[in-house]
């Protein structure tokens, strides 16, 4: 991590395009990863949660369940009980570690 002051980081800006090419571009990721976390908060359940995060991601290779809980701001087994019961719905898919929304739901 590096403080740059506001006045150096515009010179910088100004004199090297390719870094505030880079720039733009990470900042514009972080408000997109940040718009993403905001809405999956400002859902009301787990499921819709989880719909919304595997439309964003489908198909979704998940390393583990507690990976995927952290995405989902759910405990391990909240989230392991998810997606048993929505694959027994038929409200995802789930091929070992792939999870994927069915043909019909878009």
Same mark, same amino acid.
């Given at each position: 991590?590096?403080?740059?002051?506001?006045?150096n980081l515009l010179?910088?800006?100004?004199?090297?395009?390719?870094?505030?090419?880079? *720039?733009?571009?990470?900042?514009?990721?972080?408000?997109?990863?940040?718009?993403?976390?905001?809405?999956?908060?400002?859902?009301?359940?787990?499921?819709?949660?989880?719909? *919304? *995060?595997?439309?964003?991601?489908?198909?979704?290779?998940?390393?583990?369940?507690?990976?995927?809980?952290?995405?989902? *701001?759910?405990?391990?087994?909240?989230?392991?009980?998810?997606?048993?019961?929505?694959?027994?719905?038929?409200?995802?898919?789930?091929?070992?570690?792939?999870?994927?929304?069915?043909?019909?739901?878009?």
């Amino acid at each position: 991590l590096i403080l740059i002051s506001k006045e150096n980081l515009l010179k910088i800006l100004q004199s090297n395009s390719s870094f505030l090419e880079a *720039y733009l571009s990470s900042q514009a990721e972080f408000s997109k990863r940040l718009n993403n976390t905001i809405k999956l908060l400002s859902l009301s359940s787990a499921e819709e949660r989880l719909l *919304y *995060y595997l439309k964003q991601n489908n198909p979704l290779k998940i390393k583990s369940i507690s990976s995927l809980s952290e995405s989902l *701001y759910l405990s391990r087994e909240a989230t392991s009980r998810l997606v048993s019961k929505m694959v027994k719905e038929s409200k995802i898919n789930r091929n070992g570690n792939m999870l994927y929304l069915p043909k019909d739901i878009k």
